[in-house]
């Protein structure tokens, strides 16, 4: 159960620990009625998901003058589509036109506290409490509109933000007019239902994005379209490793260009100018000498490496006992699984601007997380946190990987040192270099299956690829599921660059290795790989997911390998179950895998716009065709020799299956993740319909045509 | 190496001196305040930089500017006539074609090039001629349906 605190006007400073407070916020919105809304129980949840909660979750809705709503919040819109579900919540609840609906979202000035937009928590979480304060605002409404035409409340009703009395049609009120000359700040005595499900209007409708038409014309604004007089864009000098010491620095060949700035300040060397090639042009010139230290460390060594620098295990899941399942079991099949390393590639790379406007900086962000930003701009600067300002912007793709702010730190310090609006924009070699990656990883799984088909054991240990998406759902008597290293970073000397979270952490990786076995152990049972998953589970809302994409699939029980290309796997992530089936076509001459359809169920509970749910399983689906198959990053030690999209092949055109999709009807009337679960299957997926083509297992991705090919030919 | 050159941008005549190397991505997007046109790899491998020249789709990061002089350049911003969209602009709205939309302009301008080459392309063809312009956040099949769409909505030749 997550609690929701919500209150009118008093004590919402209290619980406000960094954004604005409510007499700032009345001060700069001014009239209208305004509720704040707070989650701030999550003792319930799970620690994998607990380590990425927010320790607050707010949000200002307003009611102003000419009766439009504005909802303040700090989470921001990277193509997710919250901009539009979330505004739908505000329109079901507040009963008013979607059209009416303003966001603001990630200005650090306007919007009270955030911790990110990540972990597909904005509408599981942030959802209900949002819903809760325009029910909160259409109940305050309700009580001004039953003073003003003298008609008791429960014969009210509300139509596009008109109240009206429900046996007078004629004697009505806008919210508009209600709120008119007014500074409305109310508390009721009592919490105001949320609306059943039978009678929403808005909520479970498909709706287009409300961004769609700006984003059509160029005029969206993302943080490196933004201009400011007098503006200098950042060229900065980086080391050609992460373990690169710097020996000397000659910077006398660019050290008199008029127009030309040239910063040193400890670690940061950068160049200035009003034209960001000759910026790029003049830090060429600058001659460095640095020390590199050899490595053997590269994407094929990494995995004994990671075995080697494992810490302690911590065991998250145990049940029975594991001697015993093998010793009832048929066969016990042994399998260690590697997963590499994986670039977010935003199509826009990090960028910020930064500027000083007296003892202020103001940050424009290609960010997931703008308090995170302005509290490290506050820190690093030696500033009080009232003193920067993060502005709003739209980002251009950010699948965990711009909760990382570095490229705002620099700017923030380049403008600070400089005097000057800077803009920073990074190279695509500097994202690939600076990026926080999927971590690499290894999984050993150990597990035993009865002659009668029953998973009898389940020994699992996952090494650096995290917790979420560990624990296993099946219905296994003898398990255990052990984790060494929990989170997607780990300590120093364990990955040669920064790693961080990739939509969905953790789980793509646990569940390629869970699934891929799952196959493995059909196979020896001989049963149908779906049958052998309805047969080990008792989790009805798996089995009916199952259920429904078999059925759109029109699965036909096969014995893998069967030639036809068949793949299946399941999940759960983000409080979302789905399944996935595939058919893919292998060429057995170049290992080339072509993966021809996919279809998915998903059950995520409520579903707030299922056209938006249904575009991020389809994006979702896209997406992880490439780390399942192309997506490559290839170093030695800390110098990254990816640099760019000819190496790093992110799906494109030609990879593109038929793809269906499912929303399952679901007993869960709360909203569950979105953006991220249906992304989880695919490792598995593709592998298991690689398998039932060609016999040939697969155990590391991405799945490379020559690993496709050397697998083929150890089958 | 100073050196002037006029062109025409978004349908209006233009002046430009170019005081050293400068690739028309950078120009349009400093000098002329065109903030459609989007900087994405900077070496022509994404695509999110495409704007037409002479009507056909070519990556600016990779056009030296002054090879613009006396020819015709259109960016998003100038695609739509008379306060209205495109129609590939309108079909990539009515399709959702789009998430983060980062690289949204300049997969619409390599589907106008697409288009003006082959007015009635299947899918096979749509794909083919959308390959190498790259998205990230998987809005691909709809992207293909805009594009369907607005080859449709455009027959008799707009």
Redesign the interface.
């Known amino acids: 159960m997550i609690k929701i605190n919500q209150r009118i006007d008093k004590n919402i400073s209290g619980y406000i620990p960094d954004g604005i407070s409510r007499r700032q916020f009345l001060k700069r919105l001014g009239g209208g009625v305004i509720v704040a809304v707070a989650i701030s129980d999550f003792s319930d949840l799970e620690a994998a998901v607990l380590q990425e909660m927010p320790t607050d979750l707010n949000a200002f809705l307003r009611v102003s003058l000419d009766g439009r709503v504005t909802c303040f919040t700090g989470k921001i819109e990277?193509?997710?589509?919250v901009v539009t579900s979330l505004a739908q919540m505000i329109a079901e609840e507040l009963d008013v036109q979607l059209e009416n609906v303003d966001m603001v979202m990630g200005d650090t000035d306007l919007c009270p506290y955030d911790r990110g937009t990540w972990g597909s928590m904005t509408t599981r979480f942030f959802g209900p409490a949002l819903r809760s304060a325009a029910a909160e605002a259409r109940a305050v409404l309700i009580q001004m509109a039953a003073e003003k035409l003298k008609v008791p409340v429960t014969q009210l009703k509300v139509e596009n933000g008109t109240v009206m009395d429900s046996n007078n049609p004629k004697s009505k009120i806008t919210y508009a007019e209600l709120t008119k000359g007014n500074k409305i700040v109310k508390t009721l005595s009592e919490k105001p239902e949320l609306k059943d499900p039978s009678q929403f209007k808005v909520i479970g409708k498909s709706v287009?994005?409300m961004?769609?038409?700006i984003?059509?014309?160029?005029?969206?604004?993302?943080a490196?379209?933004i201009?400011l007089p007098g503006m200098v864009y950042a060229s900065i000098f980086r080391p050609p490793s992460h373990e690169s010491k710097l020996k000397s620095l000659d910077t006398t060949a660019i050290d008199h260009i008029e127009g030309l700035t040239l910063i040193r300040d400890n670690d940061l060397v950068a160049v200035l100018h009003?034209?960001?090639?000759?910026a790029q042009a003049c830090l060429a010139k600058i001659n460095a000498v640095y020390d590199t230290p050899d490595s053997t460390l590269n994407e094929n060594t990494i995995f004994d490496h990671l075995l080697k620098m494992a810490p302690e295990g911590e065991m998250v899941a145990e049940g029975g006992n594991l001697g015993e399942g093998e010793g009832m079991a048929k066969k016990v099949l042994e399998s260690e699984y590697h997963d590499g390393y994986y670039s977010h590639?935003?199509?826009?790379?990090h960028t910020a601007l930064a500027v000083m406007e007296g003892d202020r900086m103001k940050i424009w962000a290609s960010t997931q997380s703008p308090f995170g930003l302005k509290s490290e701009v506050a820190q690093v600067l030696g500033m009080s946190p009232d003193k920067v300002h993060v502005q709003p912007a739209?980002?251009?793709?950010?699948?965990g990987g711009k909760s990382n702010n570095r490229q705002g730190v620099e700017a923030a310090r380049l403008a600070k040192l400089s005097g000057k609006p800077v803009m920073l924009?990074w190279?695509?070699r500097e994202e690939f270099a600076y990026d926080a990656l999927r971590p690499a990883a290894v999984i050993k799984i150990k597990s035993g299956v009865t002659s009668a088909g029953k998973i009898a054991s389940w020994d699992y240990k996952v090494y650096f690829a995290g917790t979420r998406g560990a624990s296993q759902f099946y219905d296994i008597p003898n398990h255990k599921t052990t984790v060494y290293n929990s989170g997607w970073r780990a300590r120093e000397g364990v990955h040669p660059f920064a790693t961080g979270a990739w939509r969905a952490p953790g789980n793509n990786t646990n569940t390629f290795a869970r699934e891929s076995h799952i196959n493995f152990l059909a196979a020896e049972a001989g049963v149908d790989p779906l049958e052998f998953r309805l047969k080990n589970l008792k989790d009805e809302r798996m089995i009916e997911t199952l259920k429904a994409v078999a059925d759109k699939f029109g699965w036909i029980p096969l014995k893998s390998p069967s030639g036809k290309g068949y793949g299946i796997a399941c999940g759960t992530d983000a409080g979302a179950y789905v399944a996935h089936m595939a058919e893919v076509k292998v060429d057995r001459q170049t290992g080339h895998v072509q993966v021809l359809r996919v279809v998915c169920a998903q059950d995520m509970g409520l579903v707030i716009n299922p056209?938006g749910a249904t575009?991020q399983m389809?994006?979702?689906?896209?997406?992880g065709l490439g780390y399942a198959l192309s997506e490559e990053i290839k170093f030695t030690g800390g110098m990254m020799h990816t640099r760019?999209?000819?190496t790093y092949k992110?799906?494109?055109?030609?990879m593109?299956p038929d793809?269906q999709t499912v929303l399952v009807k679901s007993k869960d009337t709360n909203a569950q993740g979105g953006g991220e679960p249906a992304i989880i299957c695919m490792g598995a997926l593709i592998a298991n319909a690689i398998y039932d083509a060609t016999g040939a297992r697969l155990f590391r991705m991405p799945m490379t045509p020559e690993r496709v090919l050397e697998a083929i030919k150890k089958s | 190496m100073k050196e002037t050159i006029h062109f025409e941008l978004n349908h209006q005549a233009r002046e430009l001196v170019l005081e050293?190397?400068?690739?028309l991505l950078?120009v349009l997007r400093?000098d002329f305040?065109?903030?459609?046109?989007?900087?994405?790899?900077?070496?022509g491998?994404?695509g999110?930089c495409t704007v037409l020249i002479d009507n056909k789709p070519v990556r600016s990061c990779m056009t030296d500017a002054s090879l613009v002089d006396g020819k015709k350049v259109i960016?998003?911003?100038g695609l739509?006539a008379n306060g209205k969209?495109h129609p590939i602009?309108?079909a990539?709205?009515?399709n959702?074609a789009?998430?983060?939309?980062?690289?949204?302009?300049g997969m619409?301008l390599a589907a106008y090039g697409l288009l003006s080459d082959n007015p009635t392309p299947d899918r096979r063809e749509?794909?083919?001629g959308?390959?190498?312009?790259?998205?990230?956040?998987?809005?691909?099949?709809?992207i293909?349906d805009a594009v369907e769409m607005a080859a449709a909505d455009m027959k008799g030749g707009k």
Not at chain 2, 33 to 43: A, E, I, M, R, S
């Open positions: 990277m193509g997710q589509g287009k994005r961004d769609g038409k984003k059509v014309t160029g005029e969206a604004k993302f490196g379209d201009r009003e034209d960001p090639e000759y590639s935003p199509m826009e790379p739209f980002v251009g793709g950010g699948f924009v190279t695509r056209q575009i389809e994006g979702c689906i896209t997406m760019n999209f000819d992110i799906p494109r055109f030609s593109l793809i | 050293r190397d400068r690739t950078w400093t305040g065109l903030t459609g046109t989007k900087f994405g790899c900077g070496l491998y994404c999110a960016t998003i911003e739509g969209l602009q309108e990539f709205a009515k959702d789009l998430q983060c939309g980062y690289c949204t302009p619409i749509i794909r083919e959308l390959e190498e312009n790259l998205c990230r956040c998987g809005a691909h099949k709809r293909i």
